[in-house]
C-alpha cells in the first residue's frame, strides 16, 4: 500500500495563525486597546497568517480573532455577546477579514504564478543560448528580436551586429522571393512546413540550411513574432549530390551491359537442348532477376533525370482500368504467394504518360507485395469522383508509423520493421510522387503499425 504523507505544511500554517492571533491580542491588550476599539490591531493577525499561511489559515485567523475579541474584549467579558451593535461590528469584521484574506492570497498566487514563470523563462532561455542550432525570433516584418550562440556560429553575425536588423541580410538574391512567400504565409497566421534552402553567412558563403518557423503567441492568441531553427545541412547536401552523380553514372554504363545480358538469356533459352530442361528453368529465374534489375537501373535513371530536370513526359490517350488490369495481372504473376484482388471501374480515358502511371503502378503493387509477408492479399480498388480517377492499394502487412508516414515520399527513405530490413534503395516513392504531382494529381498513404497500408493516388480526367 502507498504511504500516506501526513500534512504538516499544512499543520504548521493553522498553527502560525492560532500563535499569531494570541499574540496580537496579548499586545492589544497590554496596550489596553480593550472595549473601546475591540477590533483595532486585528488586521494584523489576519495579514500575516496569509501571507505566511495562505488563505485557510488567514481566515482561521478571522473567525478565531473574532470570537475571542467578543468574547473577552466586549462587556460584559466572559459570553459570547447577542447585540444589535455589537453584531453589525463583529459581521463588517469578518467581512473585511474575508476580503483581505482574497486580496492577499490572489497576491500570494500571483506572485508564485510570476516566479515559477520567470523560472521557465530562464530555463528556456538558457536552452536556447546553449543549443547548437541556430535559434532565433524576429517580427512579423523580419526584423531580428534574439539570436543565440548557435545563430552567430551558423550566420557569422554576433547578435550585437543583427539584432534591430531585417533577417533578409542572410537570404541570397535568388531566394528573395521564396523568403517573401513564406513571410506572407505567416503573417496571415498560416504554417509552414520545414524548409531546405540557401542562406547566406556574414563573409558572403552559402550554406545549405533546414529551416523551421512557427509563430509566437501569446496565451490570448495574438501573435507577438516568429521563432525560427536553422540547421547546417550542407554537408548532408553534398553527399547527395555525389550519391546522385554517383548512381546516375552508374546507372546509364549498366544499362548497355544488362540490356545484352537479357538478350543472351533469351537466345538461350530458346535452344531445343534447354527448353525442356532444368536449364530451362533456372534461366528463367534469372530472367526474373535480370527484369527487376533493370527496372532498379530505370529507377536510377528517373532519379538522376528529376534531379537535372530533363524527367518528360510524353502524354497519349489510353483506356485507364485496361492500363490498372493488365499491370495487376503482370504483378500477379510474379507471386504465388498473394492474392491480388481488383475491384471497382472507372471508365475513363485519361491523357496522361501511360508509362510513367504504369510505373507508379507497378511500385505501389510490388511494395505491397513486399511488406505484407504474411498477408495473402492485396486488395486494388478503382473509383472516379469530382473529375479524377482514383486508384487505392491496400495490403495487410507491416504498416507504416505515423511518424514514419511523413518520409515515404522522401529520397532514399527505406522502410524497415524490427526484424528484417526490407531490400531496396528507397527511391520508387519519390520516383512514384514525382510522376503523379507532375500529371496534376495526389498521392498519400493512410497505415497504422502492423495493421497494413493504403497506398492511394488521384489523376485528373
Same mark, same amino acid.
Given at each position: 500500500?502507498?504511504?500516506?504523507?501526513?500534512?504538516?505544511?499544512?499543520?504548521? %500554517?493553522?498553527?502560525?495563525?492560532?500563535?499569531?492571533?494570541?499574540?496580537?491580542?496579548?499586545?492589544?491588550?497590554?496596550?489596553?486597546?480593550?472595549?473601546?476599539?475591540?477590533?483595532?490591531?486585528?488586521?494584523?493577525?489576519?495579514?500575516?497568517?496569509? =501571507?505566511?499561511?495562505?488563505?485557510?489559515?488567514?481566515?482561521?485567523?478571522?473567525? =478565531?480573532?473574532?470570537?475571542?475579541?467578543?468574547?473577552?474584549?466586549?462587556?460584559?467579558?466572559?459570553?459570547?455577546?447577542?447585540?444589535?451593535?455589537?453584531?453589525?461590528?463583529?459581521?463588517?469584521?469578518?467581512?473585511?477579514?474575508?476580503?483581505?484574506?482574497?486580496?492577499?492570497?490572489?497576491?500570494?498566487?500571483?506572485?508564485?504564478?510570476?516566479?515559477?514563470?520567470?523560472?521557465? =523563462?530562464?530555463?528556456?532561455?538558457?536552452?536556447?543560448?546553449?543549443?547548437?542550432?541556430?535559434?532565433?525570433?524576429?517580427?512579423?516584418?523580419?526584423?531580428?528580436?534574439?539570436?543565440?550562440?548557435?545563430?552567430?556560429?551558423?550566420?557569422?553575425?554576433?547578435?550585437?551586429?543583427?539584432?534591430?536588423?531585417?533577417?533578409?541580410?542572410?537570404?541570397?538574391?535568388?531566394?528573395?522571393?521564396?523568403?517573401?512567400?513564406?513571410?506572407?504565409?505567416?503573417?496571415?497566421?498560416?504554417?509552414?512546413?520545414?524548409?531546405?534552402?540557401?542562406?547566406?553567412?556574414?563573409?558572403?558563403?552559402?550554406?545549405?540550411?533546414?529551416?523551421?518557423?512557427?509563430?509566437?503567441?501569446?496565451?490570448?492568441?495574438? *501573435?507577438?513574432?516568429?521563432?525560427?531553427?536553422?540547421?547546417?545541412?550542407?554537408?548532408?547536401?553534398?553527399?547527395?549530390?555525389?550519391?546522385?552523380?554517383?548512381? %546516375?553514372?552508374?546507372?546509364?554504363?549498366?544499362?548497355?551491359?544488362?540490356?545484352?545480358?537479357?538478350?543472351?538469356?533469351?537466345?538461350?533459352?530458346?535452344?531445343?537442348?534447354?527448353?525442356?530442361?532444368?536449364?530451362?528453368?533456372?534461366?528463367?529465374?534469372?530472367?526474373?532477376?535480370?527484369?527487376?534489375?533493370?527496372?532498379?537501373?530505370?529507377?536510377?535513371?528517373?532519379?538522376?533525370?528529376?534531379?537535372?530536370?530533363?524527367?518528360?513526359?510524353?502524354?497519349?490517350?489510353?483506356?485507364?482500368?485496361?492500363?490498372?488490369?493488365?499491370?495487376?495481372?503482370?504483378?500477379?504473376?510474379? *507471386?504465388?504467394?498473394?492474392?491480388?484482388?481488383?475491384?471497382?471501374?472507372? %471508365?475513363?480515358?485519361?491523357?496522361?504518360? !501511360?508509362? !510513367?502511371?504504369?510505373?507508379?503502378?507497378?511500385?505501389?503493387?510490388?511494395?505491397?507485395?513486399?511488406?505484407?509477408?504474411? %498477408?495473402?492479399?492485396?486488395?486494388?480498388?478503382?473509383?472516379?469522383?469530382?473529375?479524377?480517377?482514383?486508384?487505392?492499394?491496400?495490403?495487410?502487412?507491416?504498416?507504416?508509423?505515423?511518424?514514419?508516414?511523413?518520409?515515404?515520399?522522401?529520397?532514399?527513405?527505406?522502410?524497415?520493421?524490427?526484424?528484417?530490413?526490407?531490400?531496396?534503395?528507397?527511391?520508387?516513392?519519390?520516383?512514384?510522387?514525382?510522376?503523379?504531382? !507532375?500529371?496534376?494529381?495526389?498521392?498519400?498513404?493512410?497505415?497504422?503499425?502492423?495493421?497494413?497500408?493504403?497506398?492511394?493516388?488521384?489523376?485528373?480526367?
Amino acid at each position: 500500500m502507498p504511504t500516506m504523507k501526513f500534512p504538516w505544511q499544512r499543520i504548521y %500554517g493553522y498553527g502560525f495563525a492560532v500563535l499569531v492571533s494570541l499574540m496580537v491580542l496579548v499586545v492589544k491588550y497590554l496596550l489596553g486597546l480593550t472595549f473601546e476599539a475591540p477590533y483595532l490591531l486585528l488586521f494584523v493577525a489576519v495579514v500575516i497568517s496569509a =501571507l505566511y499561511g495562505g488563505l485557510g489559515p488567514s481566515l482561521l485567523a478571522t473567525f =478565531l480573532t473574532a470570537a475571542l475579541v467578543n468574547i473577552y474584549f466586549i462587556f460584559p467579558t466572559g459570553e459570547l455577546i447577542v447585540d444589535r451593535k455589537v453584531d453589525i461590528q463583529l459581521v463588517t469584521y469578518i467581512a473585511q477579514g474575508l476580503l483581505v484574506s482574497l486580496i492577499v492570497e490572489w497576491h500570494r498566487r500571483s506572485d508564485r504564478k510570476n516566479r515559477l514563470a520567470e523560472k521557465q =523563462l530562464s530555463y528556456l532561455g538558457a536552452i536556447v543560448e546553449s543549443a547548437e542550432e541556430a535559434i532565433f525570433s524576429k517580427d512579423l516584418n523580419g526584423i531580428v528580436t534574439s539570436w543565440n550562440k548557435g545563430a552567430e556560429h551558423l550566420y557569422g553575425f554576433k547578435a550585437m551586429e543583427i539584432v534591430g536588423k531585417c533577417i533578409k541580410v542572410t537570404v541570397p538574391e535568388e531566394k528573395i522571393a521564396e523568403w517573401e512567400a513564406m513571410m506572407a504565409c505567416l503573417r496571415r497566421g498560416q504554417r509552414t512546413d520545414t524548409l531546405e534552402t540557401i542562406r547566406r553567412k556574414k563573409n558572403g558563403d552559402l550554406i545549405n540550411v533546414s529551416l523551421t518557423v512557427s509563430l509566437i503567441k501569446n496565451s490570448q492568441g495574438k *501573435t507577438l513574432g516568429i521563432s525560427s531553427i536553422a540547421r547546417n545541412i550542407t554537408r548532408r547536401v553534398e553527399l547527395e549530390k555525389r550519391r546522385d552523380e554517383f548512381l %546516375g553514372l552508374a546507372s546509364h554504363e549498366l544499362k548497355t551491359p544488362i540490356t545484352t545480358i537479357k538478350a543472351y538469356n533469351q537466345a538461350l533459352q530458346n535452344f531445343p537442348e534447354v527448353r525442356n530442361s532444368q536449364a530451362a528453368l533456372i534461366l528463367k529465374k534469372a530472367e526474373g532477376q535480370i527484369d527487376r534489375l533493370t527496372r532498379l537501373i530505370t529507377e536510377l535513371l528517373n532519379v538522376s533525370r528529376i534531379e537535372e530536370g530533363k524527367l518528360e513526359l510524353v502524354p497519349s490517350k489510353f483506356d485507364f482500368d485496361n492500363l490498372v488490369r493488365t499491370t495487376v495481372e503482370d504483378i500477379q504473376v510474379t *507471386t504465388a504467394q498473394h492474392k491480388i484482388v481488383l475491384s471497382g471501374r472507372t %471508365g475513363e480515358t485519361l491523357l496522361a504518360d !501511360r508509362e !510513367r502511371i504504369q510505373e507508379v503502378l507497378v511500385n505501389l503493387l510490388t511494395n505491397a507485395i513486399k511488406y505484407s509477408p504474411y %498477408g495473402k492479399n492485396v486488395r486494388v480498388n478503382l473509383s472516379a469522383a469530382d473529375h479524377h480517377v482514383q486508384v487505392n492499394i491496400r495490403d495487410y502487412g507491416i504498416g507504416i508509423s505515423q511518424g514514419d508516414q511523413k518520409k515515404v515520399f522522401e529520397k532514399y527513405y527505406r522502410a524497415q520493421s524490427n526484424n528484417n530490413p526490407y531490400p531496396g534503395l528507397g527511391i520508387g516513392l519519390y520516383l512514384a510522387r514525382d510522376i503523379i504531382n !507532375r500529371h496534376g494529381g495526389k498521392i498519400g498513404v493512410k497505415s497504422r503499425k502492423g495493421l497494413g497500408s493504403n497506398f492511394y493516388f488521384s489523376l485528373p480526367i
